[in-house]
């Protein structure tokens, strides 16, 4: 009896221990991508979201709503499904267990639901409260982001990028993207296509004003060695069709084209006046303007389903 369970566990712990490497094959912006499709009404993705802590030593990244953390040297979307091996590990060892006592306990369910972001406004009550918002220029304006966002991801380089993210959120993905410069890889990421946008609602607190998008897309990604050039993980001629949700942040009270329609600001330290279509930082002082104080601002990703064709 002994033997068979240790062998059992084995099985169980070798299992847990394929998953965990198998997480490393993620890709695109933010590591959503993956060699298996994922999604649909019975499973979640995973997701980066700012509101975790921004202090964390470079070797630990957030990953899922649910908390989990990963270490930056690999890809690190995905860790959200060992929570899952590991309860599934312990229920089939207390089955093994009660077996032995002569009892057959049901089988159990795991089932790991999409968790999306509730809503309790919706955009007609934004326009009420600012009369010269446009769901339509939001919606262009995430288009255009997430092609920004993957053509930065493939060169390496989000500084550009930086005033159209909240502080924390960019934070994480600089990091995250530190791990493709040590390994001398990059993420090459093609043909990409936003197919809809959807403007879900919005949510209101004290000092921000969060609208919840949801984003369907298309890709052909893969990574490859800097050094040989060579495909090492996923695909030049798959297309992946990627859903996502998107937590966009506004200071709350700030109206629409009260900035001069978001493209000239002054900078929060001298004053100078800056051209925030250009650059996220001041040409005199070198601060970084948060494009929230004005604009929204990608405050949380999270990917909710992937489909491959090809």
């Not at 690999?74 to 899952?84: A, E, F, H, Q, T």
């Not at 060579?230 to 700030?254: C, D, N, P």
Request: hydrophobic share 35%.
């Amino acid at each position: 009896m002994k033997k068979s369970f240790f062998i059992f566990l084995s099985l169980i712990l070798s299992t847990a221990l394929i998953f965990a490497v198998s997480i490393t094959s993620l890709a695109d912006f933010g590591d959503f991508s993956g060699d298996t499709d994922w999604g649909g009404s019975s499973f979640g993705g995973s997701s980066w979201d700012s509101d975790w802590d921004d202090d964390w030593s470079s070797s630990s990244n957030s990953n899922y709503y649910t908390g989990s953390t990963s270490s930056s040297d690999n890809d690190d979307s995905g860790i959200g499904l060992l929570p899952v091996v590991v309860v599934v590990a312990i229920v089939l060892i207390i089955v093994f267990g009660r077996k032995g006592k002569g009892t057959t306990p049901s089988a159990p369910t795991v089932n790991v639901q999409v968790s999306q972001t509730p809503v309790t406004h919706t955009m007609a009550e934004l326009k009420l409260q600012d009369p010269d918002f446009s769901e339509e220029a939001l919606k262009e304006k995430i288009s255009n982001l997430y092609v920004q966002l993957q053509n930065g991801w493939q060169a390496k380089d989000l500084s550009s990028l930086q005033n159209t993210m909240t502080d924390a959120f960019y934070n994480q993905m600089d990091r995250q993207l530190q791990a493709y410069k040590l390994a001398n890889q990059t993420n090459k990421i093609e043909r990409i296509a936003v197919l809809g946008v959807q403007l879900m609602g919005y949510n209101e607190d004290d000092t921000n004003t969060t609208v919840v998008a949801k984003l369907d897309t298309r890709i052909v990604d893969y990574v490859v060695d800097d050094n040989t050039g060579a495909v090492i993980r996923g695909s030049q001629t798959a297309e992946k069709f990627m859903t996502y949700e998107w937590t966009l942040v506004r200071a709350k009270g700030v109206k629409t084209g009260t900035q001069a329609d978001g493209s000239t600001v002054r900078c929060p330290s001298c004053g100078a006046p800056m051209n925030i279509n250009y650059s996220a930082k001041c040409e005199f002082c070198g601060s970084v303007v948060k494009s929230n104080d004005y604009d929204w601002a990608l405050s949380g990703m999270k990917g909710l389903s992937q489909r491959t064709n090809g």
